[in-house]
Structures are given as structure tokens and as C-alpha cells.
């Protein structure tokens, strides 16, 4: 969920700047702090954060793997 939400700070950072626009408030909305916003989010989702519980990474290959006998 955090990627999904860092991929939308970028790019709505990436549009502020190829617009060369700050929406009226140039502290709140600047490419830099949204980049930060993105960033912070982007470590959140790798750090594990938010994730459903139980869902420890390859819940799919749990045991034996297939075909081996």
C-alpha cells in the first residue's frame, strides 16, 4: 500500500515540476518535500510496514516444494 502511495506522490511531484507550478503554497507542495513524502513512504512499505498479518513473504512455497519427491 505504501509503494502504491509513494508511486502517486511521485508522480504528482514530477507533474508539479514539468508544470513548473506550487499550487499557491511553495513550502507544502514543492518537488523536494514531495519527494521526501514519497521516499519516507517508499522505506515505510520496505521496512515491512502496513503489511497483513501473517503474510511473512512466500506464504506460497511453505513445505515441501512441488515435484520433489
Known amino acids: 500500500m505504501f509503494a502504491y502511495i509513494a508511486a502517486g506522490i511521485f508522480g504528482f ?8 507550478t506550487d499550487l499557491g503554497a511553495p513550502d507544502l507542495f514543492s518537488p523536494g518535500t514531495l519527494s521526501l513524502a514519497g521516499l519516507l513512504c517508499l522505506a515505510l512499505y520496505l521496512a515491512g510496514v502496513g503489511r497483513a498479518p501473517g503474510s511473512g513473504g512466500g506464504g506460497r512455497w511453505r513445505g515441501r516444494r512441488p515435484g520433489r519427491g
Open 13 to 20: 511531484a514530477l507533474l508539479l515540476d514539468l508544470f513548473d
